[in-house]
């Protein structure tokens, strides 16, 4: 993550604002005091971000935010429930052991904040508002880890769907996306948004809106950050595997 290396203590905090920010800056503060990490030094606006790099910097620290404030969200933050979050780093994100090492300050530091599940995910919102493939796959983010240990409790079940609430979605594309992690017959067709009773045109069209929205050129041209364009590939896999399971089904 290029951002990662202009981190120069807490000061960068600031330059984000709002709950993100001070998340950020706790985060990071805290990350090079413990971890005894000197500042890099890459000229004299290194402590400066570009737009691409803030936008990288609050998707991934929104990210941790929100999964910290749903791991949390009984209560209570159990080691496997940690364990939980640690796989989707490797196992989905990819990250690498300096930026394991950030999100794990990030996770914790979110952990600590008085801050709400909503107010991480308003910021959020007002950041990514015009890109809703962003959104979507924030909440695809949030049912995965809250799904990881094979049930979705009432109380996660409120937050992401308050989460889907604040990013503009209707109550039929929450059911929609919380479908496509409901063991049924009709998984594939959950995936590309339809349903076994939609014509084969309107498969058709979903399905290539779908490729159109989360193809890799497309989704690089976001912004995001690299081990979050991992996770939306895997995304854009499914959605191939879908359409090809569908085609099946149909003999198209």
Request: contains cysteine; charged residues 25%; aromatic residues 12%.
């Amino acid at each position: 993550m290029s951002w990662l290396g202009k981190v120069v203590g807490g000061t960068i905090g600031f330059a984000i604002g709002g709950p993100v920010g001070a998340v950020a800056g706790a985060a990071f503060g805290h990350m090079f005091d413990a971890e005894n990490i000197g500042p890099v030094a890459i000229g004299k606006d290194s402590n400066r971000l570009s737009n691409g790099e803030t936008a990288q910097m609050t998707f991934f620290v929104a990210s941790f935010s929100m999964l910290a404030k749903l791991i949390r969200s009984d209560g209570q933050v159990t080691e496997p429930e940690i364990q939980t979050v640690r796989q989707f780093m490797v196992d989905d994100l990819h990250l690498n052991a300096q930026s394991r090492l950030a999100a794990e300050h990030i996770f914790r530091a979110a952990l600590d904040s008085k801050e709400s599940f909503e107010n991480f995910a308003g910021q959020f919102f007002q950041h990514f508002n015009h890109q809703p493939q962003l959104l979507e796959l924030m909440i695809d983010i949030l049912f995965r880890v809250a799904l990881a240990d094979g049930a979705l409790n009432a109380v996660e079940e409120r937050l992401i769907k308050s989460a889907a609430e604040i990013f503009k979605f209707s109550n039929d594309a929450y059911l929609k996306f919380k479908s496509r992690y409901t063991p049924d017959s009709d998984k594939y067709y959950k995936i590309l948004g339809c349903s076994n009773s939609d014509s084969d045109d309107k498969i058709k069209s979903q399905y290539r809106k779908l490729v159109r929205d989360y193809h890799p050129d497309t989704i690089a041209s976001k912004g995001l950050p690299e081990e979050f364009v991992t996770f939306a590939h895997e995304k854009f896999r499914e959605i191939q595997e879908a359409y090809e399971m569908v085609k099946k089904d149909r003999g198209l």
